[in-house]
């Protein structure tokens, strides 16, 4: 069974991935003068800042911000080979890469997913998009920070982690999974390069973690044992 490639989520997220392909900060209305009026170096500061994410990604809430079709590929692969049955999720969006989880959970024989988003009109928006995929009974949506939503009520084991949310929260996420990763989970980073201090964490020896650069945006990383020392 594959349920990522046959109906009703295949073709449901064809339509999902061209939607994020054309999509474009310079040419969305509501954030285009915003965006567009933003020099270069202070674009990739706002992206690195662990102060003022919430400004930029509330104005960023009709930009789908969406891993890639071969991230999407890549979240069913790890998940069903690793035959997990539950998954954090920081970063919802429109719920692409939660479709790729969630089909993954599906096929696997089920399990739980939890998903955390902040901006309210994407969560409202990944519901509809998972209802329609016929996967919303595996995925717990929590809207909100998830510094605030994450830090509470998580599985007692979890098998894989992804990390596509705020940049510079990702050493703050991991923090508060981590006590739940079971030896050989898996975490995925996209787009790890924004956050300089997670990529440390995860590569350091004697961190509890076996980390790799995975392609050209993705950090994969696998926990070894226990809590980190």
């Known amino acids: 069974m594959n349920t990522l490639t046959t109906t009703p989520v295949a073709p449901l997220l064809e339509r999902l991935f061209a939607e994020s392909d054309a999509s474009d900060p310079a040419t969305t209305p509501s954030v285009a003068a915003y965006w567009n ?20 990604y509330g104005r960023m809430k009709d930009v789908p911000l969406a891993v890639s079709r071969q991230t999407g590929n890549l979240l069913y692969m790890l998940a069903r080979s690793s035959r997990a049955m539950s998954i954090i999720e920081f970063g919802t969006s429109v719920g692409l890469s939660t479709i790729c989880l969630a089909s993954a959970l599906h096929d696997n024989g089920g399990g739980r997913l939890v998903t955390s988003e902040f901006a309210p009109s994407k969560i409202a928006r990944a519901r ?19 510094l605030d939503t994450l830090s509470r009520d998580l599985p007692d084991s979890v098998d894989l982690l992804l990390l596509d949310g705020a940049k510079a929260l990702y050493p703050d996420i991991l923090d508060l999974v981590a006590p739940r990763l079971r030896a050989g989970a898996l975490i995925v980073a996209d787009n790890a390069d924004f956050c300089p201090p997670y990529l440390e964490r995860v590569r350091s020896p004697g961190s509890g973690y076996l980390s790799v650069r995975f392609a050209d945006d993705i950090e994969l990383s696998i926990r070894l044992y226990g809590e980190p020392s």
């Open 37 to 56: 009026g933003l020099a270069s170096e202070e674009k990739e500061r706002l992206i690195r800042s662990r102060t003022e994410y919430a400004d930029f």
């Open 128 to 146: 509809i998009n998972l209802t329609e995929a016929g996967l919303a009974d595996l995925v717990e949506f929590r809207e909100g920070d998830a």
